[in-house]
């Protein structure tokens, strides 16, 4: 069996000559195609995003009632629309409009993160720093085209800041580009290796918390959009085109109300104007008369305050989630101080895109106190997350007392040795005690006892031993001859 093994694991090739497989060379991306994928990377979302919000408006302006279809106006307003989907804030007959969708802006992101892995796939990129092209061509571009937008909206009622037309597009459509080229790259197994690994199991474990909570606001504000129905149901108008953009409308904006739902069921709330909803707080004001706000309340409820359970039960999630990343307590609870500040800085951030001003009318601002959110959403994650990853976590176990460490071991016998030499010679000294005693009293009994001589043995006679030779008794004295 082992011979046949061995023929099976033999290497016929020669000494020094290397596999086929290694000696084929990969095949390299030619320069042109390279440019092709980076063009296509860069042009692909642009046109299809363009394009979309285009038809998206087209279509809101032909169904509505009282309006002028027009192809020319639907094609030109989809500049400012494509420069709100990213954020970058706009002017209307100098009023500011700064609280803008939040779900185009997850699209166009999608779009833009397929078409920076495709390119990479296709350009053959396989590291970190294959994806470098990729991104920088798609941020550039973007930039480039929200400042083309601005300039050439230059002059008409909607004005646009050429550099934040600039800076937003490109920053957000970079960072897109990073998550879609993240996975094919191997940007987080680099990332791992440059990081602690109880910070990585705490960042996976701030990302759960920041999803819980997500979570948690989008339940809280469809449950109050259900028990509201009757209002959402009165603010559609009978016609089916202002019906169309009103709905359109809601769902481009259901993100910014699942954020402030998110805030308000951790516990400081937001505000619309001079309205403000809070857990502990609520001061009444005017509301926009739009579906995706039809489930404010009109006034305080004592059972509010019920709702922490919801964050109290996302911290304990994820503390349960880094209970079992090590045995020591302390590095399991900066796994949960790091997840926390995960959780704080991704409602920073939420809270800075879901807000803004809304011209300068009753309804402005639209807010979200970013700081306070912050401070107060990295509490729900810190205490109870930390007291279930302290106390449901391993603990190193206490050593037994019966088996003491061998260094105290070694201690123990050295201090015995010093006291022992002295109870040691103790012991000498009484044995020799007893055997003095021992021989006296033998003494005695051989005085009482006659003991014969013993006879001297005679003293035993030396032989003396000569040598002999052959023929030595034949010999006789020189006196015979004579």
Not at 132 to 139: E, K, M
Not at 202 to 211: K, M, N, S
Not at 259 to 281: E, H, N, R, W, Y
Request: hydrophobic share 50%; charged share 20%; aromatic share 6%.
């Amino acid at each position: 069996m082992v011979r046949f093994m061995k023929l099976l694991t033999r290497d016929e090739r020669p000494p020094g000559e290397e596999p086929v497989s290694d000696l084929v060379p990969e095949l390299e991306v030619s320069r042109a195609k390279r440019v092709r994928v980076l063009l296509a990377a860069a042009c692909a979302p642009l046109l299809f995003s363009y394009t979309a919000i285009a038809a998206v408006l087209a279509v809101v302006s032909f169904a509505a009632d009282r309006t002028r279809f027009s192809a020319t106006g639907a094609l030109l307003a989809a500049g400012p629309g494509w420069l709100a989907s990213w954020q970058v804030e706009l002017d209307l007959g100098g009023h500011p409009l700064g609280v803008l969708p939040l779900l185009p802006t997850f699209l166009v992101g999608w779009l833009v993160a397929r078409a920076a892995a495709r390119a990479v796939r296709r350009a053959g990129g396989r590291t970190p720093a294959d994806a470098v092209p990729v991104v920088t061509v798609i941020a550039g571009a973007h930039a480039l085209f929200g400042v083309l937008i601005a300039v050439l909206a230059g002059g008409s009622p909607i004005d646009v800041n050429p550099l934040t037309a600039f800076c937003v597009p490109g920053l957000l459509a970079g960072l897109a580009a990073v998550a879609g080229v993240a996975k094919v790259c191997g940007l987080p197994a680099a990332v791992r290796d440059r990081f602690d690994p109880v910070a990585v199991h705490g960042l996976r474990a701030g990302a759960l918390g920041l999803a819980a909570l997500i979570a948690c606001g989008a339940v809280v504000f469809t449950a109050a959009t259900a028990l509201s129905w009757s209002t959402v149901d009165s603010l559609f108008e009978p016609g089916f085109g202002a019906s169309f953009g009103l709905f359109v409308l809601s769902v481009a904006y259901l993100p910014n109300a699942v954020v402030a739902a998110l805030s308000f069921t951790t516990g400081p709330g937001f505000s619309v104007g001079s309205l403000t909803v809070g857990m502990f707080g609520y001061q009444g004001g005017q509301v926009p008369g739009v579906p995706v706000l039809a489930g404010i309340p009109s006034h305080h409820a004592v059972w509010w305050p019920a709702l922490l359970l919801l964050p109290a039960l996302v911290g304990a999630l994820v503390g349960w989630r880094i209970r079992a990343i090590d045995e020591d307590p302390m590095l399991r609870m900066r796994a949960v101080a790091v997840a926390g500040a995960l959780v704080a800085f991704g409602c920073v951030i939420l809270g800075t895109v879901s807000g803004g001003r809304l011209g300068d009318g009753p309804f402005d601002p639209v807010s979200v106190p970013v700081g306070v959110a912050s401070v107060i959403a990295f509490c729900w994650i810190v205490v109870p997350g930390g007291f279930v990853a302290f106390f449901a976590g391993a603990h190193e176990a206490p050593e037994p007392p019966g088996e003491p460490e061998v260094e105290d071991i070694v201690e123990v016998e050295e201090e015995a040795e010093p006291a022992e030499e002295p109870e040691a010679l103790e012991d000498e000294a009484l044995d020799e005690e007893a055997e003095e005693e021992l021989a006296r009293e033998l003494g005695e009994d051989t005085d009482e006892v006659p003991v014969e001589p013993e006879p001297e043995a005679e003293p035993e006679q030396e032989i003396a031993v000569t040598e002999s030779t052959d023929g030595s008794g034949d010999e006789s004295a020189p006196g015979d001859d004579r």
